[in-house]
Every structure is written in C-alpha cells, then in structure tokens.
C-alpha cells in the first residue's frame, strides 16, 4: 500500500516537473513583439431598443439620464479611462458620420441629449482622451446577406428550411432557466451601480454562461439546423466584427476601447483570447 501511494506521488511529481518546463507556444508566436491592447466592455443597451430576444419590464429598465445615475457614469467612466485608449469601436456600421456630428453637438453644448451608451460612455471618453474618430466596427450576418442578396431566389427556400420555427420562443428546461437569469440580471442592473454592474456582467464566467442561452432552444431545433442557423447568424456577425476590428488603422502601442452589446462578449472575448495580433486586457483588472 505505502509503495503504491510513494509510486503514485513520484509520477504525479514528475508530470508536474515535466508540466513546469512545457514550452509556451507564445515564445514562437509572439514573443517580444508589441501588440495593440484591447479592452472589451459589454453593455446593456441605455435607450432599450427592444431588438433583443430578452425585452426588459418598463419598471425594470435603468434611466441613466437621472442625475444620481449620471454621477454613476462618470465614476463608470473614470474606471474605463484608467486604460487610458488611444481608439474607440462601437456596434455602430462602417459609416460614422451620424455619430460625430452627435459628438460634436456634445463638444459644443457639454450636454449628451441621447441615453446611447455611445454617446453616454463613448463621447465622454473620446473627448477626455482627445479622440478625433470612433469606429464602427459591426456587421451584417452571413444570412443576411445571403436571404437578401442577389442571389437571394436561389438562398431563400434553403435558407427558410434551416430557420423554420427560429423564433427565440422555446420553452425547454434550459430556456426557462435562462428566462430567470436575464430576469435575475435585470434586478441587479437597477440594484447596483453602474460600475458594480459593468464589472458584473463583464466578469468571464458571466460572459460565458450568458453566450450558453444560444446553445439551448433554437439551437436544438432538428440534428444540425439550429446549430447551422446560430453559425451563419450570431456566430457569423462575431466573427465579422472581429474581422473588421483586424482592419482598423491600429498601430503595435495603441490601445483600443470595443464598446458593444454585452451578448457579444462570450464570442468576442475568446476570438481575442485566442488571437495573436491584440493583447486582451480584462475588463475586472484595471
């Protein structure tokens, strides 16, 4: 029994040994090269669009354009800017004109009419900052593009296969529990401070349990179709404003600010994970 137990204590030692001088992949694909720093912060829409598949309760929903929550913002924004950006990229399309005339009626009128969080988060760090441009870095879906493309008579009947009874309705076990969540989610938006939210609902198991919705309902429709469908729709957008974030203007020591919905953090954040061209900076450690 004792030599089985020592047998077993030198073989866990020396994987751990062995485990201690693995090479680290990041000495051949990074090594002292500098590297754009990225910091993703995921938000809850200020103005309640109600584009999403979760609608917030009117009683429920965060104004923050009240003068308690406006001192909010700034110490939200204070904690931002300890990362000190040098860009901005929001979910607005390639086409930002209707965003810096906005900001320019801010720098003119230090007075923010909209409750976007663009306009809330993103104007006040461009102007603090000295940023002369904000990016807009979302994209259109795959099938989008495909169901209104020119080929689109070709796409729509296969494409209309695959999403048929696609409706963010479903009614599953794991659905329901996700329906308590975003209810449980709301309350702790209107309970705490924005930053006491922001830091929250950015921390990474909240990021991932929040991406897990789309692996439940919809995505269990047939064997592959709710699968394909979350590819070509959400998976497809991701990954396009990933690819679009790649084509930014950045040089190795600027550092960029991404300011998007919070539902995109899960896939956003492991694209940046994984990448070697950004340095991802958490949003918890600043």
Sequence with gaps: MLRSALLLFATAHALFALGQHLPDPDSILIGDRPRPKVLLVGTFHFEYYDLDAHVTDKDKRVNVKDPARQKEMEELVDYIARFKPTAIAVESGPNTGYLMERYRTYQRTDTLARADEMDQIGFRV?????LDTIYGVDAPTLVGDLYDGPDSLLWRPILDSIYTDWDFTSD???SKRYKSFYTFSDDYHTDHTLLESFKY???EKMQDRDYGAYLAGDFTLGKYRGADGLAMHWYSRNLR???NVQELPLAPADRLLVLFGAG??????HLFDCTVEFELVK???L
């Design 241 to 243: 404003i990933f690819r």
């Design 283 to 285: 949003f918890g450690e």
């Design 126 to 130: 461009m102007e603090r900052f000295g």
């Design 172 to 174: 599953d076990p794991v």
């Design 264 to 269: 995109h953090m899960g896939v956003l954040r």
């Design 201 to 203: 609902h950015n921390a």
